[in-house]
């Protein structure tokens, strides 16, 4: 089977004080801006393989939602479409990203995949700031960014250490700091955590939640751990197979900030995931 990818580089670059005059009554604050929208978008393969099919879809500025569904569903080709790594002849409907048609290398995304993509003659430090200096971006602030997110991430130490020095977790976190280094309002993440033991699992997604917390991008996030997507999110988009499509968009009503490893005594925090779980299950049946 063809798949309709292209795969770019630049893509992947980877209150006032009181008074006794009269008040107006209170003004209702406009909702965010809407940064992702597709519109009744169906993907079909070459063969006649409906991949996706009348798909839907609102995020808006600084929401974290997470997109969860059985292998196959089409979650990783929502991304591609996002990210404008997929032909636009090979999907209709509407698509658009910060009010624009997807395009390949949109500097308005940053995107990470389940593999690091960590250059092995580079070391920690250079390999965060490799994308930005792509981009142009000086020298000096590309060194600052790059040192920041690494102590962010729990890697101020390992600055000068190469890729095979680290394990895949630590990888993992240099490749979230990498992410999170480009001035990009939109982050796409496809299974980021996917090939991590649960510990070192609860441990990035704290770490995940904190930058979010600072920098408050818009975040899509592709994973196949329930758990995961529950305590991450402020939305659980949930997707069904044959063909691939959004059944339910769950609201994740936890307060922030949160800590994945607190979140495990909280009786909301497993009533939602029996939730998510329970609407999956019955989009595998049908």
């Known amino acids: 089977m063809t798949l309709p990818f292209r795969f770019d580089d630049g893509a992947l670059a980877f209150a006032g004080a009181a008074t006794q005059a009269p008040t107006s009554p209170e003004k209702e604050e406009a909702p965010p801006a ?7 978008v169906r993907v079909s393969f070459r063969e006649g393989i409906v991949a996706v ?14 997109l969860v569904g059985p292998s196959g569903c089409g979650k990783t080709t929502l991304l591609n479409i996002i990210a404008g790594l997929v032909e636009r002849t090979s999907y209709t409907g509407r ?26 003659w580079l070391s920690a430090k250079q390999n965060v700031e490799l994308a930005n200096r792509i981009r142009g971006v000086d020298k000096k602030t590309c060194r600052s960014t790059a040192l920041r997110l690494l102590d962010a991430v ?3 130490n390992a600055t000068a250490v190469y890729p095979k020095e680290l394990s895949h ?6 490749a979230l700091a990498r992410t999170f280094s480009l001035d990009a309002p939109v982050l796409l993440m496809d299974e980021p955590f996917g090939a991590l033991d649960v510990f070192t699992k609860i441990q990035l997604a704290d770490v ?10 818009t975040i899509l996030f592709v994973t196949h751990d329930l758990s995961e997507a529950v305590g991450l999110s402020d939305r659980v988009v949930v997707m069904g197979r044959n063909p691939g499509r959004i059944i339910a968009d769950i609201a994740v ?12 005594k909280d009786p909301l925090f497993h009533k939602l995931l029996a939730e998510v779980w329970q609407t999956l299950e019955g989009g595998l049946g049908e």
């Open 95 to 120: 698509s658009e990203i910060v009010g624009n048609a997807p395009m390949a290398g949109n500097r308005d995304i940053a995107y990470m995949l389940a593999r690091d993509a960590l250059c092995p």
């Open 208 to 217: 995940l939640l904190d930058l979010w917390g600072q920098e408050r991008k």
């Open 253 to 264: 009503p936890l307060e922030r900030p949160r800590s994945m490893k607190e979140l495990q």
């Open 154 to 156: 729990g890697l101020g």
């Open 53 to 66: 099919n009348d798909a839907s879809l609102i995020i808006r500025r600084g929401e974290f939602v997470s």
């Open 34 to 40: 809407v940064v992702i929208q597709l519109d009744n």
């Open 169 to 174: 977790g630590m990888r993992q976190r240099v």
